[in-house]
């Protein structure tokens, strides 16, 4: 059934509602998509269309749309106690009781959280934090930040300097001082005449030389997303991660696992740092804490990290009002019991995950894939204009969008950066579910082909 209020929606949107990551006046003019209604993996339009999400929202809807039990734990706290804060000696039993669930959960020592409402605020809280346990260990000058080049890590002034988009620097004057970055590890496009593994090797050492360039006591932290998301799922070699890890400790340089996109099941493991087979000191968590229902986001520091801020870093000059808000920590606690209690990070890594993957290599095989590739369920089609060549389109991001916009229209959300179309479905997505998503991205990009003349 269509919203019957769809079009006077859009106009005071258009009027009122500035969006992020986007054009405005020419969404203005477009009209923005409205949704109205979401259940399992499928979401409405206001004009009445039912769409596979493929894409989970925005990496998030991790156990899927629809669930009532999250509103319960929601309306139960905001019924019994809606807010209290954590500063000033208070806490409240929804925040105590996530912090030990997310130790419990958490690999190795990473057992202490400080809680924020996004992802942004908390790569925010790790920039202060890093800085201030080197600096209340005598050494103030080891306050830089390494991350790579179109890396994301949120947008806020921290977030965005951290993150590695030339385009959001360019906004505000960023990034800010002792923000420096490395070239990302992918192999489709910079892997050359190199096996992966051998690149995944070469592109790590990029790590070690800049500490070399910059000096191993101004280092602070390294920070990486596991499988950089924004930009276009890459997803390193295996030999990319532990040969950072040994670089990092040979330097004494502090390990921050952006896990906004592949913890909580993502990867099919519960984070990505456990895909890979490294440990990090720190840990960025955030979207499918809370399968996206309400906002919330925490930094995960480990055991050496707490201790030293414990014993000598004094009062903690840091805090939002809304740090463990009751509400937000009761979702993500039912969040994270319907994860456990189901088995769907256990049926993502055992079942579904190797099933979705075994399909979406087989897009891999349209004229118009020049390469498909997965991890868990989070992947990518990189669309070509030759086939056997690891080579973009002259005028990089027009395709995608293209078969974007015909995947819409045919019913499913993928997103598209550049020429990449990415793929991150609600981890409860079904066999068939996964059969009719294969279908409809074959479908369309069979029609993007034809559009821009590629034979199919
Ligand atoms: C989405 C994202 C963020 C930012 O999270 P917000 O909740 O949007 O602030 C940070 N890091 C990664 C890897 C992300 O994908």
Redesign the pocket.
């Known amino acids: 059934m269509p919203h019957p209020d769809t079009r006077t929606l859009q106009q005071l949107d258009a009027a009122y509602h500035l969006h992020p990551f986007n054009d405005n006046a020419a969404l203005a003019k477009k009209g923005t998509r409205l949704l109205t209604r979401g259940e399992g993996v499928y979401v409405w339009d206001g004009e009445g269309s039912k769409l596979l999400d493929a894409f989970a929202g925005l990496?998030c809807v991790n156990i899927g749309y629809g669930r009532p039990e999250l509103g319960a734990a929601a309306a139960k706290q905001m019924t019994q106690l809606a807010y209290y804060n954590s500063f000033f000696s208070c806490t409240t039993e929804p925040t105590i009781r996530l912090s030990a669930k997310l130790a419990e959960l958490s690999p190795h020592d990473l057992n202490h959280a400080f809680y924020a409402n996004?992802?942004?605020?908390a790569?925010d809280t790790i920039l202060r934090m890093v800085r201030h346990f080197w600096a209340v260990q005598d050494q103030p000058q080891k306050n830089i930040f390494i991350g790579r080049h179109n890396g994301?890590?949120?947008?806020t002034v921290a977030?965005a300097s951290l993150g590695g988009m030339k385009g959001m620097h360019a906004q505000g004057g960023l990034p800010i001082p002792n923000i420096h970055h490395i070239d990302p590890p992918f192999w489709f496009a910079d892997g050359g005449d190199m096996s992966p593994e051998e690149y995944g090797l070469v592109a790590a050492r990029r790590l070690e030389t800049k500490i070399l360039e910059l000096g191993p006591e101004r280092v602070a932290a390294f920070i990486g997303?596991p499988i950089m998301?924004?930009i276009g799922v890459y997803i390193p070699p295996m030999s990319y991660w532990p040969e950072i890890e040994r670089i990092c400790r040979k330097y004494d340089v502090l390990l921050v696992a952006?896990e906004?996109?592949c913890g909580f099941g993502r990867t099919g493991e519960w984070f990505g740092s456990q895909y890979f087979g490294f440990k990090p000191d720190i840990m960025?968590i955030?979207?499918g804490l809370t399968s996206g229902y309400i906002p919330l986001?925490a930094s995960m520091f480990n055991d050496r990290i707490a201790n030293v801020l414990a014993s000598q870093g004094g009062e903690l000059a840091h805090g939002y009002t809304y740090s463990g808000h009751p509400v937000c920590c009761a979702v993500a606690l039912e969040n994270i019991r319907i994860l456990q209690e189901e088995r769907i990070v256990d049926t993502c890594k055992s079942d579904t995950g190797p099933y979705l993957q075994q399909r979406w290599m087989e897009l891999g095989a349209h004229p118009l894939v020049g390469e498909a590739r997965i991890a868990g369920m989070v992947g990518a089609l990189e669309l070509v204009p030759n086939k056997p060549e690891r080579k973009y389109f002259a005028e990089r991001g027009k395709v995608g969008v293209l078969c974007r916009d015909i995947a819409l229209k045919n019913g499913l959300i993928l997103r598209a950066t550049y020429d990449s179309m990415l793929l991150s479905p609600p981890l409860i997505i079904s066999r068939s579910q996964i059969d009719e998503l294969v279908e409809k991205a074959w479908k369309s990009l069979d029609q993007t082909a034809k559009e821009i003349g590629i034979a199919v």
């Open positions: 990496w996004s992802g942004s605020e790569n994301y890590h949120g947008s977030g997303e998301g924004a952006d906004v996109i960025t955030a979207k986001g």
